[in-house]
Protein backbone atom coordinates (compact mmCIF):
# COMPACT_ATOMS: atom_id res chain seq x y z
CA UNK A 1 0.00 0.00 0.00
CA UNK A 2 1.48 3.54 -0.77
CA UNK A 3 0.92 5.54 2.16
CA UNK A 4 3.63 8.41 0.89
CA UNK A 5 3.13 11.59 3.30
CA UNK A 6 1.17 14.03 1.28
CA UNK A 7 0.46 17.48 1.19
CA UNK A 8 -1.37 20.85 -0.05
CA UNK A 9 0.79 20.48 -3.15
CA UNK A 10 -0.52 17.99 -4.05
CA UNK A 11 -4.30 18.91 -4.60
CA UNK A 12 -2.82 21.05 -7.94
CA UNK A 13 -0.81 18.17 -9.42
CA UNK A 14 -3.90 15.91 -9.27
CA UNK A 15 -7.19 17.51 -8.97
CA UNK A 16 -9.48 19.17 -10.92
CA UNK A 17 -8.92 23.03 -9.98
CA UNK A 18 -12.86 23.50 -9.31
CA UNK A 19 -12.08 24.08 -5.51
CA UNK A 20 -9.62 26.45 -3.82
CA UNK A 21 -8.90 24.22 -0.85
CA UNK A 22 -7.07 26.11 2.25
CA UNK A 23 -3.72 24.93 3.03
CA UNK A 24 -4.01 22.75 6.11
CA UNK A 25 -5.19 19.52 6.15
CA UNK A 26 -7.44 18.05 9.18
CA UNK A 27 -6.28 14.84 9.81
CA UNK A 28 -8.64 13.81 12.55
CA UNK A 29 -11.24 14.86 14.87
CA UNK A 30 -13.51 14.69 18.03
CA UNK A 31 -16.33 16.30 18.81
CA UNK A 32 -15.92 19.61 17.71
CA UNK A 33 -12.57 19.89 17.78
CA UNK A 34 -10.21 18.70 14.80
CA UNK A 35 -6.62 18.03 14.30
CA UNK A 36 -4.62 19.15 11.28
CA UNK A 37 -1.10 16.79 10.15
CA UNK A 38 0.93 19.13 12.25
CA UNK A 39 -1.32 18.28 14.80
CA UNK A 40 -2.81 21.94 15.17
CA UNK A 41 -5.64 21.76 17.27
CA UNK A 42 -8.95 23.98 15.86
CA UNK A 43 -12.62 24.37 17.15
CA UNK A 44 -15.22 23.60 14.28
CA UNK A 45 -17.70 26.20 13.57
CA UNK A 46 -18.12 24.99 9.87
CA UNK A 47 -19.24 21.68 10.48
CA UNK A 48 -18.50 20.78 6.96
CA UNK A 49 -21.18 23.20 5.73
CA UNK A 50 -23.79 21.99 8.46
CA UNK A 51 -23.05 18.39 7.96
CA UNK A 52 -20.98 16.85 10.96
CA UNK A 53 -24.45 17.60 13.07
CA UNK A 54 -23.08 15.35 15.89
CA UNK A 55 -19.52 16.42 15.79
CA UNK A 56 -16.55 14.20 14.45
CA UNK A 57 -16.58 10.59 15.55
CA UNK A 58 -19.69 10.89 17.47
CA UNK A 59 -19.31 7.53 19.27
CA UNK A 60 -23.40 6.90 18.29
CA UNK A 61 -22.43 6.66 14.52
CA UNK A 62 -19.29 5.25 14.75
CA UNK A 63 -20.68 2.35 16.22
CA UNK A 64 -23.69 2.37 13.64
CA UNK A 65 -21.45 2.45 11.16
CA UNK A 66 -19.37 -0.35 12.46
CA UNK A 67 -22.49 -2.57 13.11
CA UNK A 68 -23.82 -2.08 10.13
CA UNK A 69 -20.18 -2.62 8.14
CA UNK A 70 -20.22 -6.14 9.38
CA UNK A 71 -23.74 -7.33 8.48
CA UNK A 72 -23.73 -5.85 4.47
CA UNK A 73 -23.36 -2.81 2.28
CA UNK A 74 -24.87 -2.53 -0.51
CA UNK A 75 -27.23 -4.36 -2.99
CA UNK A 76 -28.73 -2.00 -5.26
CA UNK A 77 -32.20 -1.06 -5.87
CA UNK A 78 -32.64 -5.00 -7.40
CA UNK A 79 -33.30 -6.11 -3.54
CA UNK A 80 -33.93 -3.49 -0.93
CA UNK A 81 -32.37 -3.81 2.69
CA UNK A 82 -33.42 -3.61 6.28
CA UNK A 83 -31.79 -0.01 7.28
CA UNK A 84 -33.00 1.79 3.85
CA UNK A 85 -37.08 0.41 5.15
CA UNK A 86 -36.21 1.63 8.65
CA UNK A 87 -35.05 4.67 7.71
CA UNK A 88 -38.32 5.49 5.53
CA UNK A 89 -40.15 4.58 8.35
CA UNK A 90 -38.70 6.88 10.76
CA UNK A 91 -38.60 10.04 8.47
CA UNK A 92 -42.44 9.08 7.42
CA UNK A 93 -42.89 9.25 11.30
CA UNK A 94 -41.26 12.42 12.22
CA UNK A 95 -42.76 14.11 9.08
CA UNK A 96 -45.74 14.68 6.95
CA UNK A 97 -43.85 12.44 4.47
CA UNK A 98 -45.79 9.16 3.11
CA UNK A 99 -43.04 8.07 0.52
CA UNK A 100 -39.04 8.56 0.52
CA UNK A 101 -36.67 8.49 -1.97
CA UNK A 102 -32.76 7.74 -1.14
CA UNK A 103 -30.47 9.73 -3.10
CA UNK A 104 -26.64 10.41 -2.03
CA UNK A 105 -26.50 13.73 -2.56
CA UNK A 106 -28.47 17.44 -2.07
CA UNK A 107 -28.41 17.82 -5.61
CA UNK A 108 -29.36 14.39 -6.45
CA UNK A 109 -32.21 14.82 -3.80
CA UNK A 110 -33.45 18.16 -5.69
CA UNK A 111 -32.96 16.52 -8.80
CA UNK A 112 -35.92 13.58 -7.88
CA UNK A 113 -37.75 16.18 -6.72
CA UNK A 114 -37.71 18.41 -9.81
CA UNK A 115 -38.34 15.52 -12.00
CA UNK A 116 -40.97 14.31 -9.79
CA UNK A 117 -42.71 17.49 -9.95
CA UNK A 118 -42.80 17.75 -13.46
CA UNK A 119 -43.75 13.84 -13.67
CA UNK A 120 -46.85 14.82 -11.50
CA UNK A 121 -48.18 17.94 -13.34
CA UNK A 122 -47.49 15.90 -16.74
CA UNK A 123 -49.63 12.86 -15.09
CA UNK A 124 -52.65 15.16 -13.85
CA UNK A 125 -52.16 17.93 -15.87
CA UNK A 126 -51.07 17.48 -18.77
CA UNK A 127 -47.45 18.32 -20.73
CA UNK A 128 -47.62 22.19 -20.76
CA UNK A 129 -47.62 22.86 -17.03
CA UNK A 130 -44.01 21.95 -16.86
CA UNK A 131 -42.83 25.43 -15.36
CA UNK A 132 -40.85 25.91 -11.96
CA UNK A 133 -40.76 29.07 -10.33
CA UNK A 134 -37.72 29.26 -7.83
CA UNK A 135 -35.66 32.32 -6.43
CA UNK A 136 -32.91 34.26 -7.04
CA UNK A 137 -29.77 34.09 -4.95
CA UNK A 138 -31.45 30.59 -4.36
CA UNK A 139 -28.74 27.42 -3.96
CA UNK A 140 -30.10 23.96 -5.14
CA UNK A 141 -26.88 21.62 -6.35
CA UNK A 142 -24.16 21.68 -9.16
CA UNK A 143 -26.07 18.84 -11.60
CA UNK A 144 -27.20 20.83 -14.52
CA UNK A 145 -30.84 20.90 -13.59
CA UNK A 146 -30.43 21.64 -9.95
CA UNK A 147 -28.02 24.92 -11.05
CA UNK A 148 -30.55 26.08 -13.42
CA UNK A 149 -32.85 25.85 -10.77
CA UNK A 150 -30.74 28.04 -8.19
CA UNK A 151 -30.96 31.50 -8.38
CA UNK A 152 -27.19 32.02 -9.07
CA UNK A 153 -26.34 32.79 -12.88
CA UNK A 154 -22.66 32.51 -12.52
CA UNK A 155 -22.43 28.78 -11.53
CA UNK A 156 -24.46 27.94 -15.15
CA UNK A 157 -21.98 30.27 -16.51
CA UNK A 158 -20.34 28.20 -19.59
CA UNK A 159 -22.73 25.44 -19.35
CA UNK A 160 -25.23 26.38 -21.26
CA UNK A 161 -27.66 24.99 -22.91
CA UNK A 162 -29.96 25.16 -19.95
CA UNK A 163 -33.09 22.98 -18.88
CA UNK A 164 -35.70 25.18 -19.77
CA UNK A 165 -38.91 26.42 -18.11
CA UNK A 166 -37.39 27.75 -15.01
CA UNK A 167 -38.43 31.58 -13.86
CA UNK A 168 -36.77 33.15 -10.87
CA UNK A 169 -38.91 35.49 -8.83
CA UNK A 170 -37.33 37.32 -5.61
CA UNK A 171 -37.09 36.08 -2.51
CA UNK A 172 -39.56 37.02 0.19
CA UNK A 173 -41.29 39.29 -2.01
CA UNK A 174 -44.71 37.15 -2.85
CA UNK A 175 -46.17 39.83 -5.54
CA UNK A 176 -42.81 39.03 -7.70
CA UNK A 177 -44.09 35.05 -7.65
CA UNK A 178 -47.78 36.19 -8.33
CA UNK A 179 -46.62 37.82 -11.74
CA UNK A 180 -44.71 34.60 -12.68
CA UNK A 181 -47.22 31.84 -11.52
CA UNK A 182 -50.43 30.61 -13.62
CA UNK A 183 -52.65 27.76 -12.95
CA UNK A 184 -51.71 26.58 -16.87
CA UNK A 185 -47.96 26.37 -16.74
CA UNK A 186 -46.49 26.39 -13.23
CA UNK A 187 -46.24 22.30 -11.78
CA UNK A 188 -44.06 24.16 -8.80
CA UNK A 189 -42.42 26.49 -6.47
CA UNK A 190 -38.92 25.53 -5.63
CA UNK A 191 -37.82 27.39 -2.15
CA UNK A 192 -35.20 27.31 0.65
CA UNK A 193 -36.89 28.31 3.54
CA UNK A 194 -33.60 29.35 5.03
CA UNK A 195 -31.58 30.30 2.09
CA UNK A 196 -27.75 28.55 3.34
CA UNK A 197 -25.28 29.51 0.40
CA UNK A 198 -27.39 32.88 -0.24
CA UNK A 199 -25.88 34.51 2.42
CA UNK A 200 -27.86 32.84 5.30
CA UNK A 201 -31.64 34.63 4.77
CA UNK A 202 -34.44 33.65 6.10
CA UNK A 203 -37.82 32.96 4.76
CA UNK A 204 -40.52 35.30 6.14
CA UNK A 205 -43.19 32.99 8.21
CA UNK A 206 -46.03 34.81 5.65
CA UNK A 207 -44.23 34.93 2.44
CA UNK A 208 -43.71 31.01 2.78
CA UNK A 209 -47.56 30.70 3.97
CA UNK A 210 -48.14 32.74 0.95
CA UNK A 211 -46.14 30.26 -1.21
CA UNK A 212 -48.28 27.90 0.19
CA UNK A 213 -51.72 29.37 -1.22
CA UNK A 214 -50.04 30.39 -4.13
CA UNK A 215 -49.35 27.21 -5.31
CA UNK A 216 -52.60 25.57 -3.53
CA UNK A 217 -54.90 28.15 -6.16
CA UNK A 218 -52.90 27.14 -8.90
CA UNK A 219 -52.07 23.55 -8.56
CA UNK A 220 -49.19 23.77 -8.24
CA UNK A 221 -46.59 21.33 -6.18
CA UNK A 222 -44.66 23.20 -3.34
CA UNK A 223 -41.13 22.13 -3.18
CA UNK A 224 -39.07 22.53 0.32
CA UNK A 225 -35.47 22.21 -0.24
CA UNK A 226 -34.21 21.61 3.54
CA UNK A 227 -30.67 20.81 2.37
CA UNK A 228 -28.90 22.76 4.68
CA UNK A 229 -32.21 23.98 7.10
CA UNK A 230 -33.14 20.08 7.93
CA UNK A 231 -32.51 17.90 10.62
CA UNK A 232 -32.01 19.66 13.68
CA UNK A 233 -30.34 22.91 12.15
CA UNK A 234 -33.35 24.98 13.18
CA UNK A 235 -34.10 23.56 16.41
CA UNK A 236 -36.81 21.69 14.50
CA UNK A 237 -35.89 18.43 12.68
CA UNK A 238 -37.14 20.49 9.73
CA UNK A 239 -37.88 24.14 9.31
CA UNK A 240 -40.78 23.79 7.58
CA UNK A 241 -42.22 22.43 11.15
CA UNK A 242 -41.28 25.87 12.69
CA UNK A 243 -42.92 27.58 9.97
CA UNK A 244 -45.65 25.59 10.28
CA UNK A 245 -46.01 25.38 6.66
CA UNK A 246 -45.85 22.04 4.81
CA UNK A 247 -44.66 21.10 1.79
CA UNK A 248 -45.42 18.75 -0.98
CA UNK A 249 -42.11 17.72 -1.56
CA UNK A 250 -38.88 18.02 0.82
CA UNK A 251 -35.25 17.33 0.20
CA UNK A 252 -32.51 16.48 2.77
CA UNK A 253 -29.26 15.77 2.51
CA UNK A 254 -26.17 17.46 4.50
CA UNK A 255 -26.53 16.69 7.94
CA UNK A 256 -28.85 13.90 7.39
CA UNK A 257 -25.77 11.39 7.35
CA UNK A 258 -23.87 13.56 9.67
CA UNK A 259 -20.71 13.17 7.68
CA UNK A 260 -21.82 10.32 5.88
CA UNK A 261 -23.14 10.53 1.82
CA UNK A 262 -26.80 9.91 1.86
CA UNK A 263 -29.85 12.20 0.87
CA UNK A 264 -33.59 12.44 0.59
CA UNK A 265 -36.76 13.08 -1.25
CA UNK A 266 -39.49 13.02 0.79
CA UNK A 267 -43.27 13.79 -0.63
CA UNK A 268 -46.79 12.32 0.21
CA UNK A 269 -48.55 9.23 -0.95
CA UNK A 270 -50.33 11.41 -4.10
CA UNK A 271 -47.63 13.06 -5.36
CA UNK A 272 -44.97 10.06 -4.87
CA UNK A 273 -47.36 7.77 -7.24
CA UNK A 274 -45.45 9.70 -9.96
CA UNK A 275 -42.77 8.11 -9.67
CA UNK A 276 -43.90 4.79 -11.13
CA UNK A 277 -41.44 2.01 -11.55
CA UNK A 278 -38.94 2.58 -13.71
CA UNK A 279 -39.16 6.49 -14.06
CA UNK A 280 -35.75 7.48 -11.64
CA UNK A 281 -33.51 5.82 -9.77
CA UNK A 282 -30.11 5.67 -8.10
CA UNK A 283 -27.54 2.54 -8.33
CA UNK A 284 -26.18 4.23 -4.40
CA UNK A 285 -29.47 5.35 -2.95
CA UNK A 286 -30.88 3.70 -0.23
CA UNK A 287 -27.39 2.12 0.51
CA UNK A 288 -27.63 0.12 3.46
CA UNK A 289 -24.25 1.78 5.01
CA UNK A 290 -25.47 5.29 4.23
CA UNK A 291 -28.95 4.49 6.02
CA UNK A 292 -27.87 2.42 9.04
CA UNK A 293 -25.36 5.77 9.98
CA UNK A 294 -28.36 8.40 8.99
CA UNK A 295 -30.73 6.01 10.97
CA UNK A 296 -28.59 6.85 14.32
CA UNK A 297 -28.24 10.39 13.05
CA UNK A 298 -32.19 10.84 12.66
CA UNK A 299 -33.11 8.93 16.34
CA UNK A 300 -30.00 11.14 18.25
CA UNK A 301 -31.36 14.77 16.60
CA UNK A 302 -34.83 14.17 16.78
CA UNK A 303 -34.91 13.89 20.86
CA UNK A 304 -36.38 16.46 22.32
CA UNK A 305 -33.45 17.93 24.83
CA UNK A 306 -31.24 17.80 21.46
CA UNK A 307 -32.96 19.74 19.97
CA UNK A 308 -33.77 22.16 22.82
CA UNK A 309 -30.05 22.43 23.32
CA UNK A 310 -29.82 24.25 19.23
CA UNK A 311 -31.50 26.82 20.74
CA UNK A 312 -29.63 27.59 23.57
CA UNK A 313 -26.77 27.11 21.98
CA UNK A 314 -28.07 29.43 19.14
CA UNK A 315 -28.42 32.19 21.63
CA UNK A 316 -25.40 31.53 23.26
CA UNK A 317 -23.42 32.03 19.63
CA UNK A 318 -25.45 34.82 18.38
CA UNK A 319 -25.25 36.96 21.76
CA UNK A 320 -21.10 36.03 21.41
CA UNK A 321 -20.72 37.28 17.59
CA UNK A 322 -22.91 40.52 18.10
CA UNK A 323 -20.84 41.53 20.66
CA UNK A 324 -17.68 40.81 19.05
CA UNK A 325 -19.33 42.31 16.03
CA UNK A 326 -20.24 45.88 18.43
CA UNK A 327 -16.82 45.72 19.46
CA UNK A 328 -14.80 46.19 16.15
CA UNK A 329 -17.94 47.76 14.22
CA UNK A 330 -17.77 44.49 11.50
CA UNK A 331 -21.74 43.11 11.49
CA UNK A 332 -24.75 44.56 10.76
CA UNK A 333 -26.36 42.46 11.54
CA UNK A 334 -26.68 38.28 13.01
CA UNK A 335 -28.93 36.21 11.43
CA UNK A 336 -30.27 33.22 10.64
CA UNK A 337 -31.83 30.42 12.99
CA UNK A 338 -30.82 28.12 15.24
CA UNK A 339 -27.29 27.45 14.80
CA UNK A 340 -27.24 28.26 11.31
CA UNK A 341 -25.96 31.70 11.90
CA UNK A 342 -25.02 34.45 9.07
CA UNK A 343 -23.05 37.29 10.64
CA UNK A 344 -23.47 40.64 7.84
CA UNK A 345 -20.39 41.94 7.40
CA UNK A 346 -21.15 46.24 7.75
CA UNK A 347 -20.84 48.64 4.50
CA UNK A 348 -16.45 49.23 5.61
CA UNK A 349 -15.70 44.84 5.20
CA UNK A 350 -17.86 44.38 2.53
CA UNK A 351 -16.36 41.63 0.46
CA UNK A 352 -13.96 40.35 3.42
CA UNK A 353 -15.92 37.60 4.43
CA UNK A 354 -12.92 35.00 3.03
CA UNK A 355 -9.66 37.62 5.28
CA UNK A 356 -11.85 36.72 8.83
CA UNK A 357 -12.33 32.73 7.67
CA UNK A 358 -8.11 32.46 6.99
CA UNK A 359 -7.87 34.68 10.32
CA UNK A 360 -9.68 32.41 11.93
CA UNK A 361 -8.21 28.96 10.72
CA UNK A 362 -4.70 30.79 12.03
CA UNK A 363 -6.27 31.68 15.67
CA UNK A 364 -7.17 27.72 15.39
CA UNK A 365 -11.50 27.88 14.31
CA UNK A 366 -12.66 27.09 11.38
CA UNK A 367 -15.76 29.06 9.84
CA UNK A 368 -17.60 29.33 6.90
CA UNK A 369 -18.69 32.22 4.38
CA UNK A 370 -21.95 32.24 2.37
CA UNK A 371 -20.95 34.80 0.04
CA UNK A 372 -18.32 37.20 -0.32
CA UNK A 373 -19.81 39.83 2.99
CA UNK A 374 -21.70 36.97 5.54
CA UNK A 375 -19.53 34.82 7.98
CA UNK A 376 -21.22 31.80 8.00
CA UNK A 377 -21.59 29.52 11.39
CA UNK A 378 -22.93 25.50 10.94
CA UNK A 379 -21.26 24.13 14.17
CA UNK A 380 -22.50 20.42 15.55
CA UNK A 381 -25.85 20.86 17.02
CA UNK A 382 -24.15 19.36 20.54
CA UNK A 383 -21.04 21.25 20.57
CA UNK A 384 -20.99 22.23 24.43
CA UNK A 385 -20.55 25.45 25.76
CA UNK A 386 -16.96 25.46 26.68
CA UNK A 387 -16.30 24.77 22.99
CA UNK A 388 -18.46 27.54 22.01
CA UNK A 389 -16.68 30.41 24.35
CA UNK A 390 -13.11 29.38 23.34
CA UNK A 391 -14.49 29.35 19.32
CA UNK A 392 -15.56 32.65 20.61
CA UNK A 393 -12.38 33.98 22.10
CA UNK A 394 -10.30 32.39 19.06
CA UNK A 395 -12.60 34.34 16.79
CA UNK A 396 -12.07 37.16 18.02
CA UNK A 397 -8.28 37.25 18.28
CA UNK A 398 -9.16 36.56 14.41
CA UNK A 399 -11.37 39.40 13.98
CA UNK A 400 -8.50 41.82 16.03
CA UNK A 401 -5.72 40.89 13.76
CA UNK A 402 -8.04 41.37 10.29
CA UNK A 403 -9.11 44.75 12.00
CA UNK A 404 -5.22 45.85 12.77
CA UNK A 405 -5.80 46.17 16.35
C1 LIG B 1 -25.55 22.12 -0.20
C2 LIG B 1 -26.90 22.35 -0.77
C3 LIG B 1 -27.35 21.64 -1.90
C4 LIG B 1 -26.46 20.70 -2.66
O1 LIG B 1 -26.11 19.59 -1.92
P1 LIG B 1 -24.93 18.62 -2.45
O2 LIG B 1 -24.91 17.53 -1.43
O3 LIG B 1 -23.69 19.45 -2.50
O4 LIG B 1 -25.33 18.15 -3.80
C5 LIG B 1 -28.64 21.85 -2.33
N1 LIG B 1 -29.46 22.71 -1.69
C6 LIG B 1 -29.07 23.40 -0.60
C7 LIG B 1 -30.03 24.32 0.06
C8 LIG B 1 -27.77 23.27 -0.12
O5 LIG B 1 -27.38 23.97 0.94
Aim: overall charge negative; hydrophobic content about 40%; glycine content about 12%.
Amino acid sequence: MNREPVSRELFDEVMVPNYAPGTVIPVKGEGSHVWDQEGKEYIDLAGGIAVTCLGHSHPGLVSALMDQAEKIWHLSNVMTNEPALRLAKTLCGLTFAERVFFANSGGEANEAAFKLARRYSWEHFGPEKNEIIAFKNAFHGRTLFTVSVGGQPKYLEGFEPAPGGIHHADFNDLESVKKLISRDKTCAVVVEPIQGEGGVMPGDGEFLKGLRELCDDNDALLVFDEVQSGVGRTGHLYAYQMYGVTPDILSTAKGLGGGFPVAAMLTTEKVGKSLGVGTHGSTYGGNALACAVAQRVIDTVSQPDILKGVAARSDHLRKGMMEIGERYGIFSEVRGSGLLLGCVLTEEWQGKAKEFLNAGLEEGVMVLIAGPSVIRLAPSLIIPEPDLDEALTRFEAAVKKVCGQ
